[in-house]
């Protein structure tokens, strides 16, 4: 294991995509941002340096900052924000973890174009449990917005209403042939014949889960939030923002005579409005001849295809076996329920509220929409100067009950309160997430910061505390970091809170993060030295 030093500049940018040019919040002069490179075992020294007017973070998404929650990154949540002119520089050691990860900046919807892929290459002559592919490409899927999404977001809070939605899903940041003006900007991915690759998926986009197929071609998919888990083929995938999924793709043994189209569009279960476009690729073959070629276009499932979800979550296994169980808490010590959905919160007539009813869109985790503290948690609760910064009576179970998958209830309204949840360490945490039907049901990639969970159920209609549990996988399910609580039901995860810190936790949708559907764990140190959270660095930034 080495120590490696990287700097991301954060500096403004013009980009033109379809026939529009804005300036834009950039890493390095790039969009999307430079590929970052360890193996596991190595040190990442990473510095920021903020040559912009906004406040900026980076939070490596899925990182376990074991011990080095000062390094996680959310704004007003572990850190304050690195402000113009200042440098933060992120000092994290990747333990037990490798695959295909990303960083994004992590302050209102400023991810929207700072992100780039985070690649953790296994340790030195350590090989994957696969076949060594022919070459790697990361492929990071993201919304173009020509508007400033700083502005989108801020216009939407003020009125009450849903933001505009993006202009185009991109490849590395190109929408591809199907938008007008845009041909020139496609992702190609070139092969060769016979060769297999590995395609390291990451959806950085905003708000939209998403499907993605390429024509004609099988892929296996290898590996979900940088977990390895059982091969299985599949014509499509899909993945929700936050989540990445590696997959290795054969490509035809002879030069076919063709080009392929590779496409992406959302799966999509709310009632909201949003951004109903296909990106488009090319899956090129390195073709010998300037023949003309046929190009085949691929077969995506219907946009609320909730089987078809349904089906590829149930797919994602662990390599586990009933031999070599996965390391599933067995013994629980706690078990939380949450409900998770949309909601409403009163409007000042006076600005012209757009929101339901005359109300402000909102949502929340048991009724409570988090309200963004002005100082960071984490700094608060290591100076113990926590009191007025937030509470920790976070509800273990919603404050009113309802059929949360059936009718809703006329009262649509949510608490707002900075509330976290505290664990003791090394408590077995059971957590139960329930989605509700309360301004529709909506599928929710839930994102926990600090740990990897396990997947150990999900069903549809209202969690059964007696039944469910009967069906619970305890040897194979999946670990990972951002799971999608399914649209009209829930999901089961379970985690050791062996990481003590503020660990933030929040649906990764950013509009319903806007909205409030989000909450923090703390986790007190253990007794032993090496259970406790260290220090923080001389540079973090100030409020
Ligand atoms: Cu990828 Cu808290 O986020």
Known sequence: AITRHYELNITMLNVTRLCHTKSLVAVNGQFPGPRIVAREGDRLLIKVNN???????????????????WADGPAYITQCPIQTGQSYIYNYTIVGQRGTLFYHAHISWLRATVYGPLIILPKRNVSYPFAKPYQEVPIIFGEWFNADPEAIISQALQTGGGPNVSDAYTFNGLPGPLYNCSAKDTFKLKVKPGKTYLLRFINAALNDELFFSIANHTLTVVEADAIYVKPFETDTILIAPGQTTNVLLTTKSQFPHATFLMLARPYATGAGTFDNSTVAGILEYEYPSSEKLTLFRPTLPPLNDTSFATNFSNKLRSLASAQFPANVPQKIGKQFFFTVGLGTNPCDQAQGCQGPNGTKFSASINNISFVQPTTALLQSHFSGQSSN???????????????????????????????????????????????????????????????????????????????????????????????????????????????????????????????????????????????????????????
């Open 51 to 69: 040559h912009v007017q906004n406040n900026i973070t980076i939070h490596w998404h899925g990182i376990r900052q074991l011990r080095s929650g």
């Open 389 to 543: 910064v937030y509470s920790p009576d976070f509800p273990y179970n919603p404050l009113h009950w309802f059929n949360y998958t059936g009718n809703p209830p006329n009262n649509t309204m949510v608490g707002n309160a900075t509330k976290v949840m505290v664990l003791p360490f090394n408590t077995s945490v059971e957590l139960i997430l329930q989605d509700t039907s309360i301004l529709g049901a909506e599928s929710h990639p839930l994102h926990l910061h600090g740990f990897n969970f396990f997947v150990i159920g999900q069903g549809f209609g209202n969690y059964n505390p007696n039944k469910d549990p009967k069906n619970f996988n305890l040897v194979d399910p999946i670990e990972r970091n951002t799971v999608g609580v399914p649209s009209g039901g829930w999901v089961a995860i379970r985690f050791l809170a062996d990481n003590p810190g503020v660990w933030f936790m929040h649906c990764h949708l950013e509009v319903h993060t806007s909205w409030g559907l989000k909450m923090a764990w703390l986790v007190l140190d253990g007794k032993l030295p090496n259970q406790k959270l260290l220090p923080p660095p001389a540079d973090l930034p100030k409020c």
